[in-house]
């Protein structure tokens, strides 16, 4: 049994934004963009398949745990392994 579960797609599969957006805001927009009943702490967001930090940046994230430096930064989102909703 996955513990991750898949969330809806996004209708735009690319956002611009600067890189000084959190992942914790990001978790925020996805909630309201997607409607979902969820918590943002039910939301787990990967790079490479590394989880990563409320507090990280998108552009910390591009710096160190980007492999593709030439090619557009590539996230991963899904409910983590708690309780989905609220």
């Known amino acids: 049994d996955n513990a991750r579960s898949l969330m809806p797609s996004l209708t735009n599969h690319m956002l611009r934004s ?3 957006l959190k992942v914790s805001q ?3 927009y996805l909630i309201r963009k997607l409607q979902l ?3 943002p702490a039910a939301i787990e967001i990967t790079c490479n ?3 990563l930090g409320n507090e990280l940046s998108l552009k910390f994230v591009q ?3 980007w492999l593709n430096p030439s090619q557009d930064l590539t ?3 899904f409910y983590g392994e708690g309780d ?3």
């Open 75 to 77: 996230l991963y989102y």
């Open 84 to 86: 989905s909703s609220y």
């Open 18 to 20: 600067t890189g000084r």
């Open 49 to 51: 398949g590394d989880p």
């Open 37 to 39: 009943k969820a918590l």
């Open 63 to 65: 710096r160190t745990r």
């Open 26 to 28: 990001l978790k925020k």
